[in-house]
C-alpha cells in the first residue's frame, strides 16, 4: 500500500482545479466553538488543511532564542505512542503529507491526505500538534540540522546582508534576530525549552484554519475539535509594534567576495494601511515585476550593474518595511546603490506613467487567478485571509480595489513612502568606492 498510494495521492494533486469563479468560502463553526474557512471542492477525493498560530518565532522566551524554530522542525519526529521512524512510516502509509514551517509572525502547518484516510489522517496530526514526544536523541539530531544551517547563513553573503538589516532596523526586537537562534542559544535547548515553546506557539486563541476539498461544512465541524480541541486556550503574550531604527546611509560588512551582495530599505506600510493598494501597485512598477520594473530597467537593462533587482513590501505582524536586494560586482556596487536611490527619488517625485499603471493593472490583475492552482494553496490563501483581517469576499473584490487605484493616488503615495534619503544599504562584499556611513 506504501507504495501505491503515493501515486494516487500525486495523480489527485495534478488534478485540474476549479476556476478563481467557483471559489466560494463558508465560514465554519464547530461545536467546540473552533473557527474555520471553508472551500467545498468534492470532485477530487483530497482535503488540504492549512493552520497558521500567530505569534510563531517572535515568541521566544529570553535566553531561548531559536526554540519555537526547533519544536516546529521536531513536532513530526515521534508523536503519541510512535517514535520517529513508527509516525513517518504511519505517514507514508496513508499517503499523507504534513509540512511544520515557523516563521517571524507565525507557526504554519499544513496538511493533504486523501478521504478515505480522513479519519487516521487527523489522528495521527492531532498527536504531532498535541502529544509530541520532543525525545532528547531527536531534538539532538534535529538541533544538528539546525546549527548546519546557521553555519551556512555565517558564509553566505545574502543571509548577512539580511541579518545586519534586520539588526539594525530592530535592535530591541525578535524581527533583530535571526530566528533559527545562534550557535549558543541553540545548542543550550532542552526539551523541556521546546515544550515550553510548544506550549507558548500552539494555541487556540492565535489559530486560523483554512480547508479546502471534499468534506463538508457538517463534517468540518467534529474534525476540527477531534484535531484541536486539546490544544492550550492560550500562551505567550502578544508583542507590541517593532519600530524601525535604521537611518539612512550605508553599512559595509567587509567579506572576501568579488561580488557584494546588497539589501536595502526604510519603513514601509502596513497591509490595514488604505494606501496599501496604491503601494503594492507602486512596488509592482518600481521593483517588483521582473523585467518591466524600472530598477531591472536603469540598473542591470541600461547599465549592465547587476544580473537582477528587486523590491518587494514586507508587511510584517509587527512592523512593515519596503526593502530590496540586489547583487553587483565590487567595482560596480557603488553605482548601482546611486542608480536606486536616484531611481527611488525620481518616482517620489513625479509618480508612475498613465502606461506603466495600465500594465501593471493588467498584470496583477490578470496574474491573480494562478495563485489558485491546487487545493493546499487555496486553504493557505484562505488562512492568509483571515490573518490579515480580510473580509470573506475578498477573493472576488481583490481586483476590484486593483482597477480602482488612480494615476493621481499612486503619486501621493509615493511621495508618501518613497524616502531615498532614509534608504540604508548594507552591502556584504568589498565594494570600491563605499564604505560604511550615514547622511
Avoid at 487555496?378 to 492568509?384: F, K, N
Wanted: contains cysteine.
Amino acid at each position: 500500500m506504501s507504495c501505491l498510494r503515493p501515486l494516487t495521492l500525486a495523480a489527485f494533486l495534478a488534478a485540474p482545479l476549479p476556476a478563481l469563479a467557483a471559489v466560494e468560502i463558508q465560514e465554519v463553526t464547530s461545536p467546540g466553538g473552533i473557527t474555520a474557512w471553508l472551500v467545498e471542492e468534492p470532485s477530487i477525493p483530497f482535503v488540504a488543511i492549512d493552520l497558521r498560530f500567530e505569534g510563531g518565532a517572535s515568541l521566544d522566551l529570553p535566553g531561548k532564542r531559536g526554540a519555537t524554530n526547533l519544536m516546529t522542525a521536531t513536532l513530526e519526529e515521534g508523536a503519541g505512542d510512535r517514535d520517529a521512524r513508527q509516525f513517518a512510516e504511519a505517514v507514508e502509509d496513508i499517503a499523507a503529507r504534513f509540512s511544520f514551517d515557523a516563521s517571524a509572525d507565525a507557526v504554519s502547518i499544513g496538511a493533504e491526505f486523501l478521504t478515505e484516510t480522513r479519519a487516521d489522517a487527523v489522528s495521527l496530526l492531532r498527536d504531532a500538534l498535541t502529544r509530541p514526544l520532543f525525545a532528547e536523541a531527536d531534538v539532538d539530531r534535529v538541533r544538528e540540522q539546525v546549527l548546519a544551517n546557521i553555519a551556512a547563513d555565517a558564509n553566505d553573503p545574502d543571509a548577512i546582508a539580511s541579518r545586519t538589516l534586520a539588526a539594525l532596523s530592530f535592535p530591541e526586537h525578535p524581527y533583530g534576530s535571526p530566528m533559527d537562534g545562534t550557535v549558543e542559544t541553540v545548542s543550550s535547548l532542552t526539551p523541556d525549552d521546546l515544550r515550553a515553546a510548544h506550549r507558548n506557539a500552539l494555541t487556540r486563541d492565535r489559530l486560523f484554519v483554512g480547508v479546502t476539498g471534499d468534506i463538508t461544512a457538517a463534517e468540518l465541524g467534529p474534525l476540527l475539535d477531534d484535531l484541536l480541541a486539546g490544544l492550550p486556550e492560550t500562551g505567550g503574550p502578544e508583542l507590541g509594534p517593532a519600530e524601525n531604527m535604521a537611518e539612512g546611509g550605508v553599512t559595509v560588512v567587509d567579506f572576501p567576495v568579488p561580488q557584494s551582495s546588497v539589501i536595502f530599505g526604510h519603513e514601509g506600510i502596513g497591509f490595514d494601511d488604505p494606501d496599501y493598494f496604491a503601494a503594492y501597485i507602486l512596488n509592482h512598477i518600481l521593483g517588483g515585476a521582473g523585467f518591466e520594473a524600472r530598477l531591472m530597467e536603469e540598473v542591470r537593462e541600461k547599465r549592465g550593474l547587476t544580473y537582477g533587482i528587486g523590491t518587494y513590501l514586507a508587511a510584517r505582524d509587527h512592523a512593515a518595511q519596503l526593502l530590496g536586494q540586489f547583487s553587483s560586482s565590487n567595482d560596480k556596487a557603488a553605482q548601482a546603490v546611486e542608480i536606486v536611490r536616484a531611481e527611488w527619488a525620481r518616482m517620489a517625485a513625479e509618480g508612475v506613467t498613465e502606461t506603466e499603471l495600465a500594465e501593471a493593472k493588467t498584470y496583477l490583475t490578470g496574474a491573480y487567478p494562478l495563485r489558485f492552482d491546487g487545493n493546499s494553496r487555496i486553504a493557505g490563501i484562505l488562512v492568509g485571509m483571515q490573518s490579515l483581517g480580510l473580509p470573506i469576499d475578498y477573493i472576488a473584490t481583490r481586483n476590484d480595489r486593483i482597477e480602482a487605484v488612480t494615476q493621481d493616488e499612486i503619486a501621493r503615495v509615493a511621495a508618501r513612502i518613497l524616502q531615498p534619503d532614509a534608504l540604508h544599504f548594507v552591502v556584504v562584499g568589498r565594494p570600491e568606492g563605499l564604505e560604511t556611513t550615514g547622511f
